[in-house]
């Protein structure tokens, strides 16, 4: 079975720009989260999606938004970017919403100039 | 509110020792405690989880943590290194109420031949 996918692999944008990061959880999962993971730090969590509502949101500003579609994969967009968004946008997803596993995919590496 | 706090930002062993990588919590619920390893270039890999069964939990490639409430600790360990446990490691922890996983600052672990 194919794991958690995210796309791209790579991404350079620069200031004042927008991004849109795309993932695709293991077949029959139904909630999708996303974490923001900076260079030299652990992870970040940024939101969860569960049967395309969102259930959580970290402390990011609303530049940060996402949603879930009816497949389940889910976009992750971030506008006005900034230098301090530069990092590993990972994506994990999960069969229930509390108390199972997350299965994270590789990420997308997100430089800002 | 809950916390990580992974006490070593880097651990050096020889390959063939015993590896003590160490975290404490804080939650205010009772909570699930989970280890990740994240190899360069690659995503995050589950190695353990507690989720309130047996205090001493056995994961994957030799690795076992045991959760000591008393005091708030979740300690990973591992008999006799191998090269390849060169990573990051990742303490987690999550409430029993939501699935916002909080990852610890992390510990690198070099293994040296």
């Known amino acids: 079975d194919a794991g958690v996918t995210q796309s791209p692999t790579h991404l350079i944008k620069t200031r004042g720009q927008h991004v849109t990061l795309r993932c695709s959880p293991i077949?029959?999962?139904?909630?999708v989260s996303w974490y923001q993971q900076v260079l030299g730090q652990g992870p970040q969590f940024i939101f969860q999606?569960?049967?395309?509502?969102?259930?959580g949101r970290g402390n990011f500003p609303d530049r940060f938004s996402a949603r879930q579609f009816p497949n389940y994969s889910s976009e992750l967009n971030v506008n006005a970017l900034l230098l301090g968004d530069s990092a590993l946008y990972l994506c994990?997803?999960?069969?229930?919403?509390?108390?199972?596993?997350?299965?994270f995919g590789p990420g997308t590496r997100l430089t800002v100039l | 509110a809950q916390s990580v706090t992974q006490l070593d930002s880097h651990v050096s062993v020889s390959e063939g020792t015993p590896v003590l990588l160490r975290c404490n919590y804080s939650?205010?619920?009772?909570?699930?405690l989970f280890w990740y390893v994240q190899h360069p270039n690659k995503g995050l890999q589950l190695l353990l989880k507690?989720?309130?069964?047996?205090?001493l939990v056995k994961g994957i490639n030799g690795f076992e943590a045991e959760f000591k409430k008393s005091e708030t600790s979740f300690h990973l360990t591992k008999p006799s290194a191998h090269m390849s446990d060169a990573a990051e490691y990742f303490c987690v922890v999550t409430p029993g109420v939501d699935y916002k996983l909080s990852f610890g600052a992390g510990t690198t672990v070099t293994v040296r031949a």
């Open positions: 994990a997803s999960s069969q229930v919403r509390v108390g199972n596993e997350q299965f």
């Open positions: 077949s029959g999962h139904k909630s």
């Open positions: 507690y989720t309130s069964a047996a205090t």
């Open positions: 939650s205010s619920y009772s909570p699930s």
């Open positions: 999606y569960y049967e395309k509502e969102e259930r």
